[in-house]
């Protein structure tokens, strides 16, 4: 079953892995307490959509996030933190953006957000979706379909805060 608004996410374990720090592993559960968080899932980093529009949209609007309150924008994928970490650094994200793994897709599946890509030999991935959270409560959700991008982007999210 897919998370849907007035939802609140499960807990599970993401990670983090910052230049010049120790990796992490956080709950998610103590991440969203008491935060207004804009997250968005992609697919895969260095993938070309992901890459070329996704995650670029969210890092301009960056600012305009914080100054409409949001404390933190979160990007998830089912990568490694380690990969994560690169692509972050790649496209100069400079914590702007907390890029998050969900290396083992439990995150994904427990918000009903898999996508089977082994037919593709890309095994389990997120889905390509947005989110506002407040406390940890879903207070707007958008879901991609069939590769696209028209619904998760940065500026469709902004919209409605």
């Not at 895969?44 to 404390?71: M, N, S, W």
């Not at 996508?115 to 030999?121: I, Q």
Request: glycine content about 8%; proline content about 3%; some cysteine.
């Amino acid at each position: 079953m897919t998370i849907k608004v007035g939802d609140t996410v499960p807990n599970a374990t993401l990670a983090e892995f910052v230049t010049g720090q120790t990796p992490q592993s956080h709950q998610v559960e103590d991440l969203v307490q008491n935060k207004r968080i804009v997250l968005f899932s992609v697919p895969g980093a260095f993938t070309p959509t992901c890459t070329e529009r996704h995650l670029p949209g969210y890092l301009e609007l960056a600012d305009a996030f914080k100054a409409k309150g949001i404390d933190e924008i979160w990007c998830v994928a089912v990568n490694d933190m380690f990969v994560m970490e690169a692509w972050g650094r790649d496209r100069q994200v400079n914590g702007a953006i907390r890029m998050m793994a969900d290396g083992s897709a439990d995150w994904m599946k427990k918000l009903g957000l898999v996508l089977d890509l082994s037919a593709k030999g890309l095994g389990l991935r997120a889905q390509r979706f947005s989110a506002y959270l407040d406390n940890g409560e879903v207070k707007a959700l958008y879901i991609d379909e069939g590769g696209a991008l028209d619904k998760s982007d940065a500026q469709t999210l902004f919209n409605q805060l």
